[in-house]
Nanobody
Framework: QVQLVESGGGLVQAGGSLRLSCAAS????????MAWFHQAPGKEREFVAG????????YYADSVKGRATISRDNAKNTVYLQMNSLKPEDTAVYYC??????????????????????WGQGTQVTVSS
């Protein structure tokens, strides 16, 4: 069983930055790819960024490329999402998720919601204009 708890969300002005954290329980955290998704009101949950189990590979949605950095600290069982130059359209609930498959994955395995089996409760990010 894995529990994921996000934190770090809040209200920020456009152009500002936030660092989201996702603390995971469970001994096997370090062997799984992780990802961040977001869901805006009335919209579907979408992939934002993913990171391989080693942290050596990262993947981003086009909407955040150049503005977001995903990282992980396996010693602390934590995944991070640093977001800079925030825009009002980044406003959403941000969720972290654990991939179903252990070990190395092909890039195509990161974006689909169905490839993740554990989700956090989400943290709200609101960007004012």
């Amino acid at each position: 069983q894995v529990q994921l708890v996000e934190s770090g969300g809040g209200l920020v002005q456009a152009g500002g930055s936030l660092r989201l954290s996702c603390a995971a329980s469970g001994r096997t955290f370090s062997t799984y790819a992780m990802a961040w998704f977001h869901q805006a009101p009335g919209k579907e949950r979408e992939f934002v960024a993913g990171i391989s189990w080693t942290g050596g590979s990262t993947y981003y949605a086009d909407s955040v490329k150049g503005r977001a950095t995903i990282s992980r600290d396996n010693a602390k069982n934590t995944v991070y999402l640093q977001m800079n130059s925030l825009k009002p359209e980044d406003t959403a609930v941000y969720y972290c998720a654990k991939n179903r498959q252990a070990g190395s994955l092909s890039p195509s395995n990161y974006e689909a919601l169905g490839n993740y089996d554990y989700w956090g409760q989400g943290t709200q990010v609101t960007v004012s204009s």
